[in-house]
């Protein structure tokens, strides 16, 4: 977080891990209590020292935000693809609103997909195990194939885990953006279409595999 950056709210919550409607391996996600149609992911700044630390050597003397989850995907957020005015670019991904202060450190802001009940929307793993490959399943998957080729994000590997089916009846990017590669392999055209493709490919094989242990 630096003072270009924009921030949600000016005031400071303070949140509890025990409320967390979410945790990944660097960051926990909490429904925002004052805008319950977004979320807040706060880095686990301590367990990303510790896991630094693990590994020993040049490590140790790495700063947590070279692993900080949240610094690295505003920093994504920022890339030319996401510069258009279309609306179509978030079909399948949130809208990031700006950082917000909490008692766990800077948050960044997301929207949230809720179900009808207005629990946290299922991811595509848990969706695909539950109810298999449904016909309107399948449309969603494509057309997320087909977004995936068309907008040309730089983001990690989309998996099963980290999608979720929202109640438009659209999938959902939710953790994809991140990523240490940010440099200027984005900017190379080659570089970019061979990673949509291994996006894709790596997709297919998660979904199938997904299915295959229902």
């Known amino acids: 977080m630096t003072q270009q950056d924009p921030l949600f709210d000016g005031r400071m919550l303070t949140l509890n891990t025990k ?8 960051r926990w996600v909490f429904q925002h209590p004052y805008h319950p149609h977004l979320c807040i992911k706060v880095a686990r700044k301590a367990h990303i ?8 050597g040049l490590y140790r003397l790495m700063p947590t935000t070279w692993r900080d989850d949240n610094v690295l995907e505003a920093r994504a957020y920022k890339q ?4 258009t005015q279309s609306a179509d670019i978030w079909r399948h991904l949130p809208h990031m609103h700006g950082w917000q202060t909490t008692n766990l450190g800077p948050g960044l802001v997301f929207d949230y997909y809720q179900d009808a009940t207005g629990a946290p929307a299922p991811n595509l793993q848990s969706v695909l195990q539950t109810q298999g490959l449904t016909c309107a399943l399948e449309r969603a998957i494509q057309e997320l194939h087909d977004y995936i080729q068309t907008a040309q994000l730089w983001m990690r590997h989309p998996g099963p885990p980290n999608i979720v089916w929202a109640s438009d009846g659209h999938l959902k990017l939710i953790d994809c953006l991140g990523t240490y590669t940010m440099a200027w392999r984005h900017h190379v055209p080659l570089l970019r279409l061979k990673r949509l493709e291994r996006h894709s490919t790596y997709l297919t094989k998660t979904i199938n595999a997904a299915i295959d242990a229902q």
């Open 19 to 26: 409320n967390a409607i979410g945790m990944g391996n660097r």
């Open 49 to 56: 020292r510790q896991q630094l630390d693990s590994k020993g």
């Open 80 to 83: 030319k693809a996401l510069t």
